[in-house]
């Protein structure tokens, strides 16, 4: 099937779209933001600094203790 001047049409408007959208870069916290904080590691602490410098997401480990 050859393409039709419609089917260019549409890919180069999908083109100027898709130019015009900004990327947006997310800043997920390892281990919560502890780093510069001082707060230990997989912290509540670094948990919620990382809350309070508005990262898209945290990352942090959970290990289940005896009590």
Same mark, same amino acid.
């Given at each position: 099937? =050859?393409?039709?001047?419609?089917?260019?049409?549409?890919?180069?408007?999908?083109?100027?779209?898709?130019?015009?959208?900004?990327?947006?870069? =997310? @800043?997920?916290?390892? =281990?919560?933001?502890?780093?510069?904080?001082? @707060?230990?590691?997989?912290?509540?602490?670094?948990?919620?600094?990382?809350?309070?410098?508005?990262?898209?997401?945290?990352?942090?480990? @959970?290990?289940?203790?005896?009590?």
């Amino acid at each position: 099937m =050859r393409p039709t001047a419609f089917t260019g049409l549409i890919l180069f408007t999908s083109f100027l779209i898709s130019m015009g959208q900004e990327k947006i870069k =997310r @800043v997920i916290a390892h =281990r919560g933001a502890w780093k510069n904080a001082g @707060v230990p590691e997989n912290s509540i602490a670094s948990l919620q600094h990382a809350i309070d410098l508005c990262c898209y997401g945290s990352e942090f480990d @959970v290990h289940m203790s005896a009590d």
